[in-house]
């Protein structure tokens, strides 16, 4: 299976939303819009994983690899709308203890908003 | 009772193919559906440790597995040549991984943590790994 980025960009926070799975084929297309984004001073970051049907390690990594300097920077990358299936990949390497998890966007966008 | 064997060479576009067999085959098991689908996401991490860091990122060269269902468990047998694996002997802490920005090693904990046992050897230049899971329906 394929995977599609969508972007959403509005007052300032950036949405991507991968849609299909995010696995050894196509983990370079997520990394890269993550690279992009935060080259382009874009810090507030909401990963929409509403239609994201699997997560690899490789994916996880990824978040891994940006969370730090995206905070140093004063932002953040938070994720919302998951599926209980993608959420328990997140939650059994202990992701949901260190990232910030919304059940929607609105509440994801919130909380940069109230930040 | 079910032993499945299969030859194939190994391609990342596999991985979901295979990933969904196991699944379905514990279902019908009557694996408990989050623990099957666990096991799967260990299976997909199995095999993309073996291409990746076996095969130095070579699709196409050749992955045994076994599925053994039965006596009260799920046994698999990933047998392939390649690199022997390097298992890090330090313990998983993600807060460490996170501010080293060191990606690695994520793969093979999933697979600690949805298996119940997971073994690692090496005989006459041929790598396996064994991973097992007990019934919980």
């Known amino acids: 299976m394929d995977l599609e980025l969508k972007k959403k960009e509005e007052s300032g926070i950036l ?29 507030n970051i909401i990963i929409d994983c509403s239609e994201l049907s699997y997560i690899s390690s490789a994916g996880l990594g990824v978040l891994i690899g940006y969370i730090e300097e995206v905070r140093e920077k004063g932002g953040d990358i938070v994720i919302c709308c998951t599926s209980s299936e993608v959420y328990e990949i997140f939650d059994l390497l202990g992701f949901t203890k260190i990232y910030k ?10 909380f940069f908003r109230s930040g | ?16 193919i295979i990933s969904d067999f ?4 514990l279902l019908s098991f ?4 989050r623990e099957a689908r666990l096991f799967s996401w260990a299976v997909e991490e199995i095999i993309t440790n073996i291409i ?34 390097v298992i890090p002997e330090e313990k998983f802490n993600l807060e460490k991984k996170i501010r080293e920005k060191r990606k690695g090693g994520l ?3 999933i697979v600690r943590r949805a298996c ?21 329906s």
């Open chain 1, 15 to 43: 949405l991507i939303k991968p849609v299909g799975r995010i696995d050894p084929i196509t983990v370079e297309v997520f990394d890269k819009a993550i690279e992009d984004a935060i080259k382009s001073g874009k810090y």
């Open chain 1, 101 to 110: 998890f919304f059940p929607d966007t609105e509440k994801a966008r919130n």
């Open chain 2, 1 to 16: 009772m079910a032993k499945v064997y299969l030859k194939f060479p190994a391609y990342y576009s596999y991985l979901e």
């Open chain 2, 22 to 25: 196991t699944r379905k085959l």
């Open chain 2, 30 to 33: 009557s694996f408990d559906s």
């Open chain 2, 52 to 85: 990746r860091h076996s095969y130095e990122g070579r699709e196409g060269e050749t992955l045994e597995i076994e599925w053994d269902v039965s006596s009260g468990k799920v046994m698999l047998i990933f047998r392939f040549e390649g690199l022997p694996v």
């Open chain 2, 107 to 109: 793969g093979l904990e």
């Open chain 2, 116 to 136: 119940d046992f997971l073994e690692y050897g090496r005989e006459g230049g041929k790598n396996w790994w064994r991973i097992g899971k007990s019934f919980r």
